[in-house]
């Protein structure tokens, strides 16, 4: 019988607030970290989800309080203030993990540079977040598109079945550059407003930047606030094309329906799924025929894109966690924007603040080059 993995801790730094609690309550209010900046010189102001930085000044420097400061990027910030609590109520071991999930890092070293600095190496932001809390392990780096997060909770369970590891730190992370924004401006993917997943008025995404952290063990110990065991995961890849998702949702359905076997959960059981929704034309549809094909048009679901944008890396870690806190509190977050239907295939959207028992969860996520992820969750 393969080990039980549970994940009993986590915490997470947005544009909405600096900690879970601060997060749930803006959800619960219907307030969006999606609004007007200038991320380009001499260009068209953006819809994006930004973390005020004099804010997050302030409070790495009140958790922070020492003459290094300055040595810490802005995204490296966010890790160590996302990873701190935890590291706090849980200590590290030789046989301790620590994962970083990211698609482009510390991109912003590269402006106005001629010689490629350090920290944007990837192996190297992982190493210095590492060395910063003492972990004993060699870092793991998860950079695979949009479904970074998701996967990276995959890789912990696996590791930790496997027998490599005891317990893992998993943080996931990405900030808003000028790099990320000028790529999907130039695919024309950029929406002119707040985006709309799955709504017939949708016309693209919001990029939005966060880090998340979660605790993952085989071994939780009483005082515990909650547990929820990693039932199953999968990740497939559509080989479909380098932006564009598969039209048939192959990778999606392959890798939601290899997840809901291995943890033995029917679809008549699933009580919530937590999509990916960026609010693109032809994601929104992919998912839409994916689930369909799953049977699952009848789940409650939503996408927090709208309140968030999309995070990148931290996406898929960032709305696990807040999926598990609407378990917690027994109450579903409406998909924010979404008025009439857009998709070619039904889907059970929440449209509203409702209560309901959630104890399975199925987590998704897609991303360029035909990468499609999902894992399950138990509350237990």
Known sequence: ????????????????????????????????????????????????????????????KRFFDFAQNDNFTRLEKMFLLSLKPLVERHPISDETAFILSTTK?????????????????????????????GFKTKPIVVSNACVSGVMAIAVAKNMIQAGKYKDAFVVAGDEISEFVISGFNSFQAIGTEICKPYDKNRDGINIGEASA???????????EKFRFKILGDSAINDANHISGPSRTGDGLFASIKNAMTEAQVS?????????????????????????????????????LKAY?????????????????????????IPSKNFKETGTSQPLNIIKENQPAEIKYILKTASGFGGCNAAIVLEKC
């Open 105 to 133: 890092g510390n991109i912003s070293l590269l402006k106005n540079q001629t010689i490629l600095p350090e920290g944007v190496f990837l192996s190297r932001l992982a190493q210095k977040i590492a060395d910063f809390f």
């Open 1 to 60: 019988m393969m080990k039980e993995i549970y994940i009993t801790d986590y915490n997470c730094v947005t544009p909405l607030g600096f900690d879970v609690e601060s997060n749930w309550n803006a959800l619960l209010e219907g307030k969006s970290g999606v609004a007007l900046h200038k991320i380009i010189d001499n260009h068209e102001d953006f819809y994006v989800s930004k973390i005020d930085s004099k804010k997050l000044e302030i409070e790495f």
């Open 308 to 332: 968030y944008g999309h995070c990148l890396g931290a996406s898929g870690l960032l709305e696990s966690i807040i999926s598990m806190e609407s378990s917690l509190k027994n109450t579903l």
């Open 267 to 303: 679809a008549e059981q699933i009580d919530f799924i937590s999509a990916h929704g960026t609010a693109t034309i032809y994601n929104d549809e992919m998912e839409a025929i994916a689930f369909n094909r799953m049977e699952l048009q009848h789940v409650p679901l939503n996408s």
């Open 213 to 223: 952290a979660v605790y993952i063990t085989s071994k939780p110990n009483q005082n």
